[in-house]
């Protein structure tokens, strides 16, 4: 019997509601948009399914240093090819977002691609339509959580230079 507290008329506490499973399976974009290199990946796959490694580097690299593709040096492009290489591509491919193809060194887009585009694509109509509009938050769907921090996988809040607000100096690039 409900009472009017939110609770069911015994002492067991308030009827927390049952979540479908396809909102406790939002951890893949969750996961995937969490990161802003991770979030460029998956603006880039929305643009088209396959991309050559060097190619989709180079791209990310543009992204982050807000810069035209053709402005991307190599080292940029290194750097970005190493971090897609040892720790992006296979978390995404962990979730199913990405496919990388190492002989082909090519990326596609995984099976669990469309569910992640959708809410990039959603996150993006948002931003244009002026939602976050004065509270700081960046106009960019790829970069807007860096400038107001991501949470690393520890849960500490990494600043947008990169450093996290812990006092022993490390760096988390996940």
């Known amino acids: 019997m409900d009472d009017g507290d939110g609770t069911d008329g015994d002492a067991s506490g308030p ?11 939002l951890d893949t974009v969750y996961d ?12 880039l796959l929305s643009e ?6 060097s190619d989709l580097a180079a791209r ?11 402005a991307v040096d190599a080292t940029a492009r290194d750097r970005a090819s190493a971090a897609l290489y040892h720790v992006h591509l296979p978390r995404l491919a962990d979730r199913g977002v990405v496919t990388f193809d190492a ?10 691609a469309d569910r ?12 244009e339509d ?16 860096a400038d107001a921090g991501d949470r690393n996988d520890e849960g500490r809040q990494d600043r947008a230079d990169g450093r996290n607000d812990e006092a022993d100096g490390t760096s988390d690039e996940e």
């Open 60 to 70: 990310v690299a543009a992204i982050e240093e807000g810069v035209a593709p053709s």
């Open 103 to 112: 002989e082909a060194d090519a990326v596609s887009a995984g099976p669990a």
């Open 116 to 127: 992640v585009l959708a809410a990039l694509d959603a996150m993006a109509r948002l931003v």
């Open 48 to 53: 088209r399914d396959r991309w050559p490694l």
């Open 32 to 43: 995937a948009l969490a990161n802003p290199t991770r979030r460029a990946v998956c603006y």
């Open 15 to 25: 009827v927390l509601p049952v979540l479908p499973e396809a909102v406790l399976r």
């Open 130 to 145: 002026g939602a976050g509009a004065g509270d700081g938050a960046s106009d960019d769907p790829v970069d807007g959580a």
